[in-house]
């Protein structure tokens, strides 16, 4: 098995294993975790870090846990900024961008808006 498909059946695994709930809990921790395995491989498991971090965020976000989107969110945000900035080629390039990774992009930046602008609401 090569290493790009391994770190994601590693990912996938995890997240299946362990699904947010409404109450604390050390598994949201595993998930944060989890999502690094899909940046082991570079370039190639780009797209699909874009993709988990969506996925996470949008699990805590349904049910509340603001806390642990903010954590995810700060852990990666260096990583996830140097994914963008590596499909921005693509996108400042290519008007007919997919639009699977015109969502994702989108997807990503209203997590990362909304949690910055509630931060400094509870400033």
């Known amino acids: 098995m090569d290493g790009v498909r391994l ?4 990912f996938n695994s995890v997240v299946a294993q362990y699904p947010v709930v409404e109450e604390e809990s050390e598994k949201d921790d595993m998930l944060i975790n989890a999502w690094n395995w899909l940046t082991y491989s570079g370039i190639d498991t780009y797209y699909d870090a874009l993709l988990g971090m969506n996925e996470i965020m949008r699990e ?3 049910v509340d846990k603001l806390d642990k989107a903010r954590k995810l969110l700060q852990r990666s945000r260096k990583l996830i900024d140097k994914i963008l900035e590596s499909f921005s080629h693509v ?3 290519d008007d007919s961008v997919e639009p699977k990774l015109s969502r994702a992009i989108t997807e990503y ?3 990362e808006c909304y949690l910055v602008s509630f931060r400094f609401h509870l400033i």
């Open 109 to 111: 930046k209203a997590y």
């Open 91 to 93: 996108i400042d390039t």
């Open 60 to 62: 805590f976000f349904y």
């Open 7 to 10: 770190c994601k059946q590693i």
